[in-house]
């Protein structure tokens, strides 16, 4: 009875107060005996990677442009060898039964040549040789022939040839030279108008039957005024 009524006299926040301490002190012992027996787990770790210095994560510049190794590789034209050799011709005459038909022949010129001496070196071609055996092909100019000079103007092409050129021949082998000699001196211009001269002076009359040349004459005016 003496004991109560000792718990009775002590104040009532005291008591109160212990209370809460009491179950303060439970709860700190109760989280500590848990954390031992369940210990907390590891933390994992992952290497740090380089982004400057891993090639399989290196970011790719814009402004480079990209080759793929399939992609062919485009030569410059201007990079490019010059040709050594260009392609003309001569022109030479085959027989096809009722008439002369020309037939060309392909000669190299050299590339760095003028167009004047290009002109120069086919007419070399043709005035010295009878013909083009591979095509049973052959010629009705004259052998003593020779090219006095041959020029590409801004008017067209003058070609100057000596007198013998208008000796010997009827009128098939007069047409067929004249043809001869308009093909071949347009060999790298077919289009181009020709001026033709005997001795210097503008061949105007062929032969002896006098077969009329006009002057400039191209493939086109042959073609019309002298072929079948």
Do not use: C
């Amino acid at each position: 009875m003496a004991y109560k009524d000792k718990l009775r006299q002590i104040p009532l926040g005291i008591v109160a107060g212990l209370a809460t301490l009491v179950l303060a002190s439970g709860g700190s012992v109760a989280w500590f005996t848990w954390r031992a027996l369940n210990p907390t787990p590891p933390v994992a770790e992952f290497p740090s990677i380089d982004l400057e210095t891993d090639p399989l994560l290196t970011v790719p510049d814009p402004t480079v442009p990209t080759q793929t190794a399939e992609q062919p590789v485009v030569q410059d034209p201007a990079t490019q060898p010059a040709p050594v050799e260009l392609t003309g011709q001569v022109y030479w005459l085959k027989d096809d039964g009722t008439s002369f038909e020309l037939v060309a022949q392909s000669v190299s010129v050299a590339a760095d040549a003028s167009p004047s001496d290009r002109v120069a070196a086919v007419f070399g071609n043709l005035l010295s040789k009878p013909g083009d055996p591979s095509q049973e092909a052959f010629t009705t100019i004259p052998e003593q022939t020779q090219l006095l000079s041959a020029s590409v103007e801004a008017d067209g092409v003058h070609v100057d040839l000596s007198g013998d050129f208008e000796t010997g021949g009827g009128s098939a082998a007069m047409i067929g030279r004249l043809g001869q000699v308009l093909y071949t001196a347009t060999a790298f211009d077919p289009a181009a108008p020709v001026w033709l001269s005997v001795e210097g002076k503008p061949l105007t009359l062929l032969g002896g039957e006098g077969l009329e040349v006009s002057q400039p004459m191209t493939r086109s005016d042959f073609d019309a005024g002298f072929q079948p």
